[in-house]
């Protein structure tokens, strides 16, 4: 019987045969490329003889409801190399994809519906016209997408669609993602001035303003705090290093987001970091360490560089340089456990004060069918997959990168109690991982209104009146700045509805009003997030409440 995954794969991958029915239809000489099933839905990918918009989606659409009446049922032909290449000998998309197929040995499979025939290995609905309904489906955009991804490839057009079992599902979705849209970190950042993305710089090479900046310095300082309570030693490394560093860790020839950067006067050969890991296991090896030392916690907030592809490029969730809270922890085989346990502690302490209580850990493995993408043996692989799911279950995870190959490169070694040497094991760990990723995840989840701690601006002042009440919040503005708050003073000869507003749009959490009031009484009006409020509050204690808050880095 189908389950309700496949059913819903299969349907909207109908739906994508639909979608290139109904586009050969109305633009007969367009040339259909692939089009599979998404999670939200189905995209096809054509390439046109002349562009199209998003304004040709109803009409797409509308040819497609019209097909769909008559799609009974899916028939499946096997067909041989010459008879595929005759039907498709104008598509040479299609004839691409059919000597991938021959050379990978596999059958040549064509699937008709209708009057339309596609190239398909198959997954669709029984009968279209009974099991899909007409409201339950939605062509969404158009964009542009390389051929099999390669942007050296043809620029073709992608036709994204939605789909889901009913209307309801496919209308609540929508409004998920409009919700989403409004949370999208890009829009808040610039709305927010927390960080652009030049053209001239470079895709991909994200730069704080100072509002974001201020923020990824509070990331920074915070985890490098619970860090050092728990006896991690802080280094520097250089951001480039000699080629060599990276044929020892295997790294060169395994790992292709490495960048070049230069050749010396002398022919040496040097590159932009892409880990941080091979400068860690030299200051480990910098000197002698007995099996007292151990564990040794190396941690640094730092930067590496990573050759993405353009078309992966996307804000600050995904970029070509990313600052990571990286630490190695150089451990004997016999702490694995116990400091993982650590680790995991550390983890669930710095992710619940975020708000993130519902997370999965997951072991990552090696992929036993391509070797070329892993380094050391399988023994070794087998020992540290043994030992992380172990730790997990043990500490009733559901389901942190265990290295027993590369001590080995660097001949990582210790005194043990017996006066020999052995083999260093390290554990590879990043708890915020690339502070750019998780100051993205932050936006979105905050929705832009950071808590207390962590907000850009913590205080705006309004004088309701500039010539009567300035002078007085002059006076607050002083008083809140010599005690290290975030404050900025309005002075703008806005309207008082119309200062609170721009505040708001800016999320910033506490607005002091100044009026004649507080003036004459030297006390405070404060407006809070989710209708907190104070008032007739003394400087003194809106100052002992404020630092408080900071302090309990509540959200």
Do not use: C
């Given at each position: 019987m189908e389950n309700k995954n496949e059913k819903l794969h299969n349907l909207r991958h109908s739906l994508a045969h639909l979608l290139a029915a109904a586009v050969l239809k109305i633009y007969p000489d367009t040339k259909n490329t692939i089009g599979p099933s998404i999670e939200d839905g189905f995209y096809y990918d054509f390439e046109f003889s002349s562009p199209i918009s998003d304004k040709d989606l109803p009409k797409i659409e509308k040819k497609m409801k019209e097909i769909l009446k008559s799609w009974k049922e899916f028939e499946s032909k096997e067909k041989s190399e010459k008879e595929a290449k005759e039907y498709f000998k104008k598509n040479e998309y299609k004839i691409e994809l059919i000597e991938e197929i021959i050379g990978k040995g596999e059958k040549i499979t064509f699937y008709k519906c209708g009057d339309f025939t596609d190239l398909c290995r198959g997954g669709h609905l029984k009968n279209p016209s009974k099991e899909i309904k007409f409201d339950s489906f939605k062509l969404d955009r158009v964009a542009g997408a390389y051929w099999r991804g390669n942007e050296k490839n043809k620029m073709l057009t992608r036709i994204y669609g939605l789909a889901f079992e009913t209307k309801e599902k496919l209308d609540e979705y929508i409004k998920m993602r409009k919700e989403a849209e409004k949370r999208d970190h890009k829009k808040l950042g610039k709305e927010l001035s927390l960080f652009t993305i030049s053209d001239l710089v470079g895709k991909g090479l994200p730069m704080y303003l100072p509002k974001g900046n201020i923020i990824k310095t509070e990331l920074e300082n915070f985890i490098r705090k619970e860090k050092e309570k728990l006896g991690y030693f802080f280094v520097t490394i250089p951001h480039i290093a000699r080629k060599e560093l990276y044929i020892r860790s295997g790294h060169i020839g395994k790992y292709n987001a490495m960048m070049p950067i230069m050749t010396d006067e002398d022919g040496e050969e040097f590159v932009m970091k892409a880990m941080n890991c091979p400068h860690h296991f030299e200051i480990y090896n910098a000197e002698l360490h007995s099996y007292r030392d151990l564990p040794l916690r190396i941690a640094e907030n730092t930067t590496v560089y990573r050759n993405e592809k353009s078309g992966e490029l996307s804000g600050l969730l995904r970029v070509k340089n990313l600052t990571q809270d990286d630490t190695h922890h150089f451990i004997?085989?016999?702490?694995?456990?116990?400091?993982?346990?650590?680790?995991?502690?550390?983890?669930?302490?710095?992710?619940?004060?975020?708000?993130?209580?519902?997370?999965?850990?997951?072991?990552?493995?090696?992929?036993?069918?391509?070797?070329?993408?892993?380094?050391?043996?399988?023994?070794?692989?087998?020992?540290?997959?043994?030992?992380?799911?172990?730790?997990?279950?043990?500490?009733?995870?559901?389901?942190?990168?265990?290295?027993?190959?590369?001590?080995?490169?660097?001949?990582?070694?210790?005194?043990?109690?017996?006066?020999?040497?052995?083999?260093?094991?390290?554990?590879?760990?990043?708890?915020?991982?690339?502070?750019?990723?998780?100051?993205?995840?932050?936006?979105?989840?905050?929705?832009?209104?950071?808590?207390?701690?962590?907000?850009?601006?913590?205080?705006?002042?309004?004088?309701?009146?500039?010539?009567?009440?300035?002078?007085?919040?002059?006076?607050?503005?002083?008083?809140?700045?010599?005690?290290?708050?975030?404050?900025?003073?309005?002075?703008?000869?806005?309207?008082?509805?119309?200062?609170?507003?721009?505040?708001?749009?800016?999320?910033?959490?506490?607005?002091?009003?100044?009026?004649?009031?507080?003036?004459?009484?030297?006390?405070?009006?404060?407006?809070?997030?989710?209708?907190?409020?104070?008032?007739?509050?003394?400087?003194?204690?809106?100052?002992?409440?404020?630092?408080?808050?900071?302090?309990?880095?509540?959200?």
């Open positions: 004997r085989t016999d702490q694995i456990e116990s400091e993982i346990e650590m680790i995991f502690s550390l983890m669930r302490k710095v992710y619940k004060l975020f708000g993130f209580d519902n997370y999965k850990v997951e072991v990552s493995t090696r992929n036993t069918k391509n070797k070329e993408k892993y380094f050391g043996n399988d023994e070794i692989w087998e020992n540290a997959e043994k030992i992380l799911i172990n730790s997990a279950k043990k500490m009733g995870l559901k389901y942190i990168q265990l290295d027993f190959n590369q001590p080995n490169n660097f001949e990582m070694d210790y005194v043990g109690e017996d006066g020999k040497k052995h083999r260093v094991v390290v554990l590879h760990v990043a708890i915020l991982g690339s502070f750019e990723r998780f100051m993205g995840i932050l936006i979105e989840h905050y929705a832009g209104a950071f808590p207390l701690w962590l907000s850009p601006v913590q205080i705006k002042i309004i004088p309701i009146s500039g010539d009567k009440h300035l002078d007085y919040a002059t006076e607050i503005f002083k008083t809140l700045k010599e005690n290290d708050v975030r404050v900025e003073l309005d002075e703008s000869n806005e309207s008082l509805s119309k200062k609170i507003r721009n505040a708001k749009v800016q999320k910033i959490p506490y607005l002091i009003i100044i009026g004649d009031r507080e003036k004459g009484s030297k006390k405070l009006t404060v407006e809070g997030r989710n209708d907190k409020k104070f008032e007739n509050i003394s400087t003194e204690e809106f100052l002992t409440k404020l630092k408080k808050e900071i302090e309990e880095k509540s959200s």
